[in-house]
Each structure stands twice: as structure tokens, then as C-alpha cells.
């Protein structure tokens, strides 16, 4: 499995959770890495888009604010740290990768997807 998200987990309204994604198999540091979210009865969306070296970031206007995408490429690992967390946020959480074409690298047509991992905001 080239990706493996991990972190999720049942939360209160206004928590906090990390999740992680390690991958496996590839270039992680050639590779951008998006974040995306499936609620029941949505579609897939994306949530954040982070450049192969982590500098540039791209999020979802839902969760501007309040999540921060990261990475350490050393660790071939990469982080969606979520804060004050609302019931909207429940979801399905995956990462994904596809090859870093420079500035501006959209995450589209992602290449690796992982597993996802739940993440239930509920009092």
C-alpha cells in the first residue's frame, strides 16, 4: 500500500486530532500530497494540496483557519493537523499523491490513494 493514513478517531466540537500519512514505494519528496474527505452521501473533496517541499499550501475554504497541512519528506510522512473540529468535518479522510510538476501543482489526477481513515466529530 503505497499510502496509509492513520489518526482518526471520534472527537467533540471544537477538538482537535492529528492524522498522519506515511508512504512507501515511492519518491515521497518528488510528490505532492493532497488531503480529501468523503462524507456520507457527498462526494469526495478536496481539503488540502501541499507542494513537494511542503512550502506552498492550498485548502479548502471550509477549513482555512482551522487545518494546517505539513510534511517531513525525511519521514516520507505527511500531517493534517484539524482544529476546532465541527460536526460538518466528519468524514472519511485520505491522502494521496502524484508527481510535483512545479509551482502551482494542482491535486488532480492523484496517482497513489490510501486507505482512509474515520474521523467522527460528535458530542
Known amino acids: 500500500v503505497p499510502l496509509q493514513a492513520s489518526g482518526g478517531g471520534l472527537v467533540q466540537p471544537g477538538g482537535s486530532l492529528r492524522l498522519s500519512c506515511v508512504a512507501s514505494?515511492?519518491?515521497?519528496?518528488?510528490?505532492?500530497i493532497g488531503w480529501f474527505r468523503q462524507a456520507p452521501g457527498k462526494e469526495r473533496e478536496g481539503v488540502a494540496c501541499?507542494?513537494?517541499?511542503?512550502?506552498?499550501?492550498d485548502y479548502a475554504d471550509s477549513v482555512k483557519g482551522r487545518f494546517t497541512a505539513s510534511r517531513d519528506n525525511a519521514r516520507n510522512t505527511a500531517y493534517l493537523q484539524m482544529g476546532s473540529l465541527k460536526p460538518e468535518d466528519t468524514a472519511v479522510y485520505y491522502c494521496?499523491?502524484?508527481?510535483?510538476?512545479?509551482?502551482?501543482?494542482?491535486?488532480?489526477?492523484?496517482?497513489?490513494w490510501g486507505k482512509g481513515t474515520q474521523v467522527t466529530v460528535s458530542s
Open positions: 514505494g515511492f519518491s515521497f519528496a518528488d510528490y505532492a
Open positions: 494521496a499523491a502524484r508527481p510535483y510538476t512545479g509551482w502551482g501543482t494542482p491535486c488532480i489526477d492523484m496517482d497513489y
Open positions: 501541499l507542494s513537494a517541499s511542503g512550502f506552498s499550501k
